[in-house]
């Protein structure tokens, strides 16, 4: 059955630093999501994707956080400066169409900042 | 927004006994209330989803139903099973276009053998 893969499972950095988390969606799913979750918290949505262009951002997704699809398989958030507070787990979830409504998750990237 | 309430946060159980947990919403336009189970360090599964077209829903142990009028939807698991034991999300979505899932905060189900 297809998953959703995401890489690296585990990323430490430092305040202030760039990093780049990459989801490849399941191959034919046209919608894509990130959402985050704090340890011991809520999955929460930080931002949706469809046809090349955000569709709807969270708060939590500010100046400091960026989406790309850089080509036809792979699915990337990047937050550019890095705070203490954005350590967490961060999911990204396809999604098929419009009819097909079950979001398949990803095992999540788990992301510590020093 | 979507806010998604839930109830209640832990919940421990006899094996072989039931489990229900309770959410609401508040955005009478969700119409999609799907459940995710997530056991420790891995990603939430969905275990069952209702849209609001239907009341009720059953796969074998588990059932899920939905009270659109008073924005409440539940989460029953029947003879439970020590595997049973995780953390229970319930969500929220409009459920066309690309709608987002507001999750609810979360059950950890313990179940005691």
């Known amino acids: 059955e297809p998953e959703v893969t995401q890489t690296p499972s585990h990323q430490v950095t430092q305040m202030g630093q760039e990093v780049i988390l990459r989801c490849v969606p399941i191959?034919?799913?046209?919608?894509f999501y990130w959402y985050r979750q704090i340890l011991g918290q809520k999955v929460e949505f930080l931002v949706s994707?469809?046809?090349?262009?955000?569709?709807?951002k969270s708060e939590i997704f500010d100046d400091q956080f960026s989406v790309e699809r850089p080509d036809g398989s792979n699915f990337t958030l990047k937050i550019r400066s890095t705070k203490l507070e954005d350590s967490a787990m961060y999911f990204c979830?396809?999604?098929?169409?419009?009819?097909?409504?079950?979001?398949?998750f990803g095992p999540g990237t788990r992301l510590t900042v020093l | 927004g979507e806010n998604v309430e839930q109830h209640p946060s832990t919940l421990s159980v006899q094996e072989g006994d039931s489990a229900v947990i309770k959410c609401t919403y508040s955005?009478?336009?969700?119409?999609?209330f799907p459940w995710y189970k997530q056991e420790l360090g891995k990603r939430p599964q969905l275990i069952i989803d209702?849209?609001?077209?239907?009341g009720e829903k059953k796969d074998q142990r588990i059932a899920v139903t939905l009270n659109k009028t008073a924005k409440h939807f539940s989460l029953h698991i029947t003879e439970t099973q020590p595997e049973d034991s995780a953390v229970y999300f319930c969500?929220?979505?409009?459920?066309?276009?690309?709608?987002?899932?507001?999750f609810g905060t979360g059950t950890r189900l313990t179940i005691i053998p």
């Open positions: 979830a396809s999604r098929f169409g419009v009819d097909a409504i079950e979001q398949f």
């Open positions: 191959s034919n799913h046209l919608y």
């Open positions: 994707f469809y046809n090349n262009e955000i569709s709807e």
């Open positions: 955005d009478s336009a969700s119409n999609y």
């Open positions: 209702i849209r609001s077209n239907v």
């Open positions: 969500a929220a979505s409009r459920g066309f276009g690309n709608e987002k899932l507001t």
